[in-house]
């Protein structure tokens, strides 16, 4: 990965998960410095190894990530976020990329897990895609890993990350803040969905429709009950 002209090996470690959980080990890399829109960020990409428990995503899944640090020495709050449909290849909308960027101008560290690129989508699915899909619990998995992660890191405090994504990662971010269960330390400090699809199940929040999915919503039952303040942007006439 080239950064202003030098080179840097800026891949993280990753261990087999023991016991069914995460085994993750913070990166080691050598730091590369940058200047961008006035303010100095460390960069880094790296991998997160852990055991994929669902039908879609069986045995265990490298999970690439970026990394950004704002300058300073911490402890720093820290945001996950999750891509939209579009991914983060060639043609993701860079909308996960200008949030990153605000968010560490701001003093935050980000992380952004590629979901679709193990999962042999590099493109995304927008539309939907011929060769398998993600689903928002696999997504789910993701952000908890991702989450131990950023936990293991010393200049993260442990107590404030978030988790934020929109579109299909908005979606995502209602599965995630709906079960804490999948981290023993619990969950997310606070949550961000813009756009998500609100027309299907999240805990105990239903939806009902006359003729299966995909056809209009005819009830809703429930009450969604999110483990962490959540802030859900959303148009009027979205579902």
Not at 48 to 70: D, I, M, V, W, Y
Not at 170 to 178: C, H, K
Not at 185 to 207: D, K, Q
Request: hydrophobic share 35%; with cysteine.
């Amino acid at each position: 990965m080239s950064l202003g002209g030098r080179q840097a090996d800026l891949e993280g470690e990753a261990l087999r998960p023991r016991r069914g959980r995460a085994v993750l080990r913070a990166p080691q890399p050598e730091w590369a410095r940058r200047t961008r829109m006035t303010f100095k960020r460390a960069v880094a990409v790296g991998i997160l190894c852990f055991a994929a428990c669902s039908p879609n995503t069986a045995g265990e899944l490298q999970l690439p990530f970026k990394l950004l640090r704002p300058p300073g020495t911490g402890p720093f709050l820290a945001v996950v976020i999750l891509h939209d449909c579009s991914g983060l290849g060639p043609r993701s909308s860079g909308a996960p990329r200008r949030w990153a960027n605000d968010l560490t101008r701001q003093g935050y560290v980000t992380l952004r897990p590629d979901s679709f690129t193990p999962r042999g989508l590099p493109d995304g699915l927008c539309g939907g895609h011929p060769g398998g899909r993600v689903t928002f619990e696999d997504r789910r998995a993701d952000a908890y890993a991702a989450l131990a992660y950023l936990r293991s890191l010393p200049d993260v405090d442990p107590r404030r990350i978030a988790v934020m994504g929109g579109s299909h990662g908005g979606s995502s971010t209602l599965a995630t803040i709906v079960n804490s269960n999948a981290s023993p330390n619990g969950g997310f400090a606070a949550a961000v969905a813009l756009y998500p699809a609100c027309g299907r199940n999240f805990g105990a929040w239903s939806v009902t429709r006359a003729d299966g999915a995909g056809h209009p919503i005819t009830g809703y039952s429930g009450v969604c009950k999110p483990t962490a303040p959540l802030l859900i942007l959303i148009g009027e006439l979205e579902d």
